[in-house]
T-cell receptor, first 114, second 116 residues
Framework: AQTVTQSQPEMSVQEAETVTLSCTYDTSENNYYLFWYKQPPSRQMILVIRQEAYKQQNATENRFSVNFQKAAKSFSLKISDSQLGDTAMYFCAFSISGTYKYIFGTGTRLKVLA | DGGITQSPKYLFRKEGQNVTLSCEQN?????MYWYRQDPGQGLRLIYY???????QKGDIAEGYSVSREKKESFPLTVTSAQKNPTAFYLC???????????????FGAGSRLTVL
């Protein structure tokens, strides 16, 4: 069975600092996608970043980047120059290519401190 | 602006009542989904639909029902058979597999259901 594990229920970071959220997953599939979604206090889920498993290059979106280690089944999110607006719940998710099923982790609550 | 509209945002239900949560999208997405979110848990799939007039059960479909009569709409009914319905419900959509952006879920703002 596919699983996604986020081992850090809560984290905090000072404004302008860098923080890394960890995520590990388990699958026997070869073609899949990995995602980080952000859920701010408004509770609307927003896509932060997406990684295709067949791509070796780590995805980057402005201040957000991932460290994708396929062999280790690890997919961590790095947030640089943290801003107060980054305060949110972050969910790691996984989807097998060509399917409609997504597996979500239990989330990491990130608080950015002024 | 394209997006997903969920209504109502807050809903209260008495035990034994059925309630329907609305989900409408204007993104021209083929697939739509309903997820349930409980504290300390990830999102769990209730139902999904790849195409009009077709839908599939997810991991926790018992006590729920859906319909997909139009591409834009995917309402969820929480029936009295659902033993613990108090939760936050999220509707999502995605393009069909093979299209640009496939596998990326777009979410609505959610509906909070409380059973009194």
């Amino acid at each position: 069975a596919q699983t996604v594990t986020q081992s850090q229920p809560e984290m905090s970071v000072q404004e302008a600092e860098t923080v890394t959220l960890s995520c590990t997953y388990d699958t026997s599939e070869n073609n899949y996608y990995l995602f980080w979604y952000k859920q701010p206090p408004s509770r609307q889920m927003i896509l932060v970043i997406r990684q295709e498993a067949y791509k070796q290059q780590n995805a980057t979106e402005n201040r957000f980047s991932v460290n994708f280690q396929k062999a280790a089944k690890s997919f961590s999110l790095k947030i640089s120059d943290s801003q107060l607006g980054d305060t949110a719940m972050y969910f790691c998710a996984f989807s097998i290519s060509g399917t409609y099923k997504y597996i979500f982790g239990t989330g990491t609550r990130l608080k950015v401190l002024a | 602006d394209g997006g997903i509209t969920q209504s109502p945002k807050y809903l209260f239900r008495k035990e034994g009542q059925n309630v329907t949560l609305s989900c409408e999208q204007n993104l021209n997405h083929d697939a739509m989904y309903w997820y349930r979110q409980d504290p300390g848990q990830g999102l769990r799939l209730i139902y999904y639909s790849q195409i009009v007039n077709d839908f599939q059960k997810g991991d926790i479909a018992e006590g729920y029902s859906v319909s997909r009569e139009k591409k834009e709409s995917f309402p969820l009914t929480v029936t009295s058979a659902q033993k613990n319905p108090t939760a936050f419900y999220l509707c999502a959509s995605s393009p069909d597999r093979g299209r640009a952006g496939a596998n990326v879920l777009t979410f609505g703002a959610g509906s909070r259901l409380t059973v009194l």
